[in-house]
């Protein structure tokens, strides 16, 4: 099957899988690999996409979104519009009704004080909390009952539907966490590692950076499911080897992130163990360029902080000619193939949202040395490398996971950047630590102790404002917050600040596009990041393992409640 075919019906040929009907636990074990291991199980402690999506076998939000894109209840009775009265009419204020009978897997009663709590334990002052966009303008949580809980807004609010909706913002139990709040938070390591939860599995042993093993939540809502009784989730290793234990060994049911050449996917096809999937949400992978100095020259706690602006990347006459030097159609050609397109957008989709204020599909070596040229860019010492107007050498630290596609970027982007007299030295970390979230480390994206690096980001559902939320000047990463913050480059614009307020507050699609365009083209613009290709999505799963419904809108592990092992094998 080639990619592009596999692009435009795989999700159709799974979506409609009849399901065997069987009894909780009756089908063994199932086995998922994530090259890219879990470190942590709470997503309210990490950004990464391995962290949030591990952490849905177990948490779980009131509502998400389904493969469409559309939103639907889970442990929510309904979802709360103004026509059924669950949004005020002045749009200050969302009511959930939660549904009846739910309870965590340790038996005790799912209640609004649950919620509440989780709102209070995300937005506690002292404490850094990595989807903290999603409670942007929420003035209060109230449990009206036990049954009832009311999120009211500082403003009238047209999309209420940022706490508590998707995979990155779940609900987790007050009686386990209620001891670690704020600075406390990533303390508690038993809490964070074994997470009481209200979803298809339960965990018991988490291996950071390594294995972790599940088993089936006896108390989840549904009798018959879910259909496995045990689950092993292993993470680390690299995609080819991942995309090999699905479809060429058989020794996985489900392989996450499949980021390979498409020769590659389709060799390890041809092994007739399983079969990928894919479709295309608004995954981008990018260049963040950070707008503050990490020297190691600077004292801990001075590094990557406001407190010291970066020497140059700041200059338009600079990140446009590093934009300009850059061969996105090679990028996608060598790297994804169908999978991939050029993108120069932080936002490519849905279409509605996306922007066409940008071309970046032709290299343009001559006019990226032109603009650092005019803007007294120098090369004074004859060695290759420009210098700043005030002496700075133009060399630069390009870090990334570590990863054979990334790899190739990187030395590629290292050559035509060279071109244009800009010394880059190349990194590659360990993507478990690199997008692991520990405060401690010195090697996380967020602590981003380099002048780039490069990684794909995603958000859940099909609308942006919680994440354009991201470049807010507030949502910056530094020591005082723990370094959560999913503002990475530490991009700081007053007129996008002012323009996402106007988007929390305005209503109907059109209006709401046109200013999350705008916010995308500030952001780029502005030299924030450097979009390089907009990415489909690409996983595996075991030929035997029934049930998989890819989904770009939320954590692709959204409905393994549902996965059962087919008949006959």
């Known amino acids: 099957m080639k990619i592009k075919a596999l692009l435009l019906g795989a999700i159709a040929s799974t979506a409609f899988a009849p399901m065997a009907m069987a009894e909780r636990g009756s089908d063994g074990n199932v086995s998922i690999i994530y090259w890219q291991a879990p470190s942590i199980l709470n997503p309210f402690l990490s950004g990464g996409t391995k962290d949030v999506e591990s952490a849905s076998l177990v948490i779980e939000p009131l509502a998400r979104y389904d493969q469409d894109g559309n939103m639907v209840a889970y442990l929510a009775a309904e979802i709360p519009t103004v026509e059924n009265g669950g949004v005020a009419e002045d749009l200050t204020s ?12 340790d038996g005790s009663a799912f209640t609004s004080a649950d919620v509440k709590f989780t709102a209070d334990y995300c937005m506690h002052p002292d404490g850094g909390c990595a989807q903290l966009t999603k409670f942007e303008g929420v003035t209060s949580v109230e449990a009206i009952d036990d049954l009832t809980v009311k999120v009211t807004f500082d403003k009238p609010t047209p999309f209420p539907y940022g706490p508590f909706v998707g995979g990155e913002s779940p609900i987790i139990q007050k009686a386990q966490f209620e001891n670690c ?21 339960v965990v018991t042993e988490f291996k950071p950076n390594d294995v972790i093993t599940m088993k089936a939540n006896e108390n989840y809502r549904d009798p018959a499911k879910p259909a496995f009784a045990t689950l092993t989730f292993k993470g680390g ?12 060994t058989g020794e996985f049911d489900y392989a996450w992130n499949l980021q390979l050449a498409p020769e590659v996917i389709q060799q390890m096809q041809e092994g007739g163990k399983g079969t990928p999937v894919a479709g295309f949400g608004p995954l981008v992978e990018r ?45 996608v050609e060598i790297g994804y193939g169908q999978a991939g397109k050029v993108t120069c957008n932080w936002v490519p989709a849905p279409a509605a949202f996306s922007s066409d204020t940008f071309m970046c599909d032709k290299q343009d070596i001559a006019m990226a040395n032109k603009l650092l040229d005019d803007a007294g860019y120098a090369d004074t010492n004859g060695d290759g490398v420009r210098e700043t107007p005030d002496g700075v050498p133009m060399k630069v630290l390009y870090q990334t996971s570590t990863n054979a596609v990334r790899q190739d970027f990187q030395a590629l982007i290292k050559q035509w950047w060279s071109e244009i007299g800009i010394d880059t030295e190349l990194r590659n970390i360990n993507a478990s630590v690199f997008f692991g979230g520990d405060p401690g480390s010195p090697d996380t994206f967020q602590k981003f102790y380099a002048d780039v690096q490069m990684y794909a980001n995603t958000f859940n559902g099909t609308d942006p404002q919680s994440y354009l939320g991201n470049g807010l000047c507030d949502k910056a990463p530094k020591p005082e917050s723990q370094w959560q913050g999913e503002n990475i480059s530490r991009f700081c614009n007053e007129e996008f600040d002012k323009l996402h307020a106007e988007l929390t507050k305005t209503a109907g699609i059109e209006n709401r ?12 613009g502005n030299g924030g990041m450097i979009p390089l290709v907009h990415r489909g999505r690409l996983s595996a799963h075991s030929n035997t393992l029934g049930g998989v419904v890819l989904n770009v809108w939320d954590s692709e592990l959204w409905n393994a409640a549902d996965w059962y092992r087919k008949e006959g094998s």
């Open 237 to 248: 290793g690299d995609a080819t080897a991942a995309g090999r234990a699905v479809m060429e």
């Open 181 to 201: 709040m704020g600075a406390k938070a990533p303390e508690c390591t038993a809490e964070n590692f074994g997470p009481i939860g209200t979803g298809p599995f």
């Open 287 to 331: 260049l963040m360029l950070n707008q503050t100095n990490a020297s190691s020259d600077l004292p801990e706690g001075e590094r990557s902080t406001a407190n010291h602006p970066h020497p140059f990347l700041k200059d338009p006459a600079v990140y446009k000619a590093m934009s300009l030097a850059i061969d996105r159609p090679l990028l």
């Open 513 to 524: 596009a046109k200013i999350g365009k705008q916010l995308n083209d500030i952001m780029v």
């Open 94 to 105: 969302i009511t959930w009704k939660i549904a009846p009978g739910i309870t965590w897997s």
